[in-house]
DNA sequence: CGCGTAATTGAGTCGAGTCAATACTTGTGG
DNA sequence: CCACAAGTATTGACTCGACTCAATTACGCG
């Protein structure tokens, strides 16, 4: 269960230590991406599936005014590009928004691995599904809700993907960005980003510095947010689920 | 060629006669949703993967607020639930913005399809990896770009979407949208888009009445929206690519 | 022709952006 | 071990895009 990836498919499915340690072995090739830099830049053709072991990355697009939007956090067992070796090119880029530790898995033996196996392939399909549902819930961020609860819910989507592969100590976890980023990834400017947590601190909801958030009051954070966890399709029964 | 579903794929695989009558073939029951309703609720199990033949319809999230937030449109050769068989519950609601024609595929048949055929199983991820490429741009709309370039974003990707399965005629479309609906989409409210359509009309870029849009300047309209097609990935050599 | 929905217009307000200055943190080199 | 540099966070004053509320007008359809 040391694999990251191992460690999230099995919120939904039940793995066998072969099938974990099947997976253990696509991680031969593991590099490490400074931060700031960019694990695949946009126009690439990537010639393995990256897959995210440790740190943040942050998918985004950058329009020709200069400001960029991140769609998507990355973190620990989070695939950059499962399956885009089908397309011609990245139509963004993921860059490191922390150091990062990437497996570069080729394609050839990830489809080899689920090609007989049904369960790792409905696996595989469920962490695209709830990536694609991730992304309905950042459009429902930017576009309907306050900037106020559109950071009060990215605090707890991390929250709740970070408890799924086992990076939450206690009622804190990292949550390395700055108020710029945080400020990228839901469509605001830094200064107002930091209005909004001090609004969110002086709630009582939450404390965060040094890239460590520690969530004081949870139902507080999901009810500010309007925060369901439905979307992630954790089988119920899951610890998390709870 | 008839089967909408075929059309798009065309898009980006060349298709056998035998490949685009199984296609057909998987439309066998066909039901047809008036306008306003579900075609698939939030929290709805679906036995089929629905197929948009005809129609408009829209992903939608309501919030406990009662506002709500589209988050894509689904015209001719859209999949509504492409493998949500993998997941438990519907985690929001497909609704038809127009009457909708819609095929009901039973799921094996799919698979039975795509099981020993790489060419379609490969098409239908093209869809899909295009689905999630409009989410992404869809983020950006609402989290960017200001009303005037979102909504003239929007025109340019149902322009394009379109063009893609042959619902263009010369340089004009359907877009049976109300202010509202268009306010759904791109996060804004009806009296904004009313304003934003009027700035559209007045710089030359658009006609609009009667569901019914015209381009009257693509290249002013694009570079309004900072649009670029890239994201649907269409093979170069392509009619739409020239 | 008349109802109901959708579109339009105007006036006033507010959330969020801009600009600009100040304070903190952290890592680095002397 | 301290001082500076660079990045980050914070604060204040002002502006503006977009929202709200509230009519009014235009359609589309039976």
New binding site residues.
Partial sequence: MSNPLSRKLSNIASLTDEESQSISDLCERIEVVPA?TDIISEGDRPDYVHLVLEGWAARSKVLESG?RQFTAFLIRGDFCDLHVTILARMDHAITAVTNCKVAYIPSPELERLTLGNAKLTRALWWSTLVDEAVLREWIVNTGL??????VAHLICEMHFRSQMVGIVDGDTFDLP???????AAT????????????KL?AAGLID????RLTVRDLDGLEEAAGFESEYFHIRSGSPLTS
Same sequence: chains 1, 2.
């Fill in positions: 700031k400001k809700r306050s900037a106020y609860e559109a960005l700055t108020q710029e980023e945080l400020g469509g605001h400017t830094p200064v107002h980003i930091n209005r909004v947590l001090q601190r965060f510095r040094g890239g």
